[in-house]
């Protein structure tokens, strides 16, 4: 199926990271110039951007100077900007409950998770607001649908972006009219390449996929595809203020 997306230019925000890499080969296989956006990861970054013809960006995404620059660059390299995928975050693997969380590591978690994305969504809505078109895709997280235990912190960063500011900038978006669309996007566990090399063990598995329909992880290319269709005008035009979760079914978390 022809997705319409030869030739668009295309911005993923942390390009490189496991996800973000199978997102922007995703865009290339479909005939798009993609910009690979990394804050620490230049040499995958740049990799990879060579690997799919692409163009490796640098940014500190929490910072508004930084994104400003980002975008404008990007813009001008690329001649104008059709699409964001904004994918840059941090899940740490240390987590804690509450009540052990320093107000700092919560503060950090929204800024990586939250802050990011938002300034990303800013930059991007308002380049949209000139062209009057533009698909904005964030990358959410089954953590902040059904919560995650010891990741209160990324939970609440994630949540946002599958509710209150995903409504809030689909119909603000509307206000600069059809051509501009705002969804999300929102994986479950996925085994990315790092996740992989490390070993999944099987206890982490079957708790991981017992509420899901379909006993199985989710791979970074089957979070890339659905990137890619919500993206896609001619395939889903009539879609913003959607939440397309892949996480296999999931209907919630194993509570101890």
Known sequence: MDTGLHGS??????????????ISRSFASEGARVAVHYHRSEEAAKALAAEIDGIAFHADLREVGEVTRLFGTVVDELGGLDVCVAAAGYYSPDGAPAW???AESFATAIEDN??????????????AAGTGKGSLVFIGSTAGIFGEARHAGYAAAKAPLSSGLLMTLKNEAALIGDGVRVNTVAPGWTVTP????????EDLIERATSTMARKQLATPEDVANQVVVIASDRLSAHM???????AGGMEGRIVP
């Open 240 to 246: 913003t203020g959607q939440v397309v979760t892949v």
């Open 9 to 22: 230019r295309v911005l993923v925000t942390g390009g490189a990271g496991g996800i973000g890499a199978a």
């Open 194 to 201: 790092k996740r992989a090399a490390a070993g999944v063990a």
């Open 114 to 127: 939250l802050t990011t994305a938002f300034l990303t969504a800013r930059a991007f809505l308002g380049h």
């Open 100 to 102: 052990d969380v320093s």
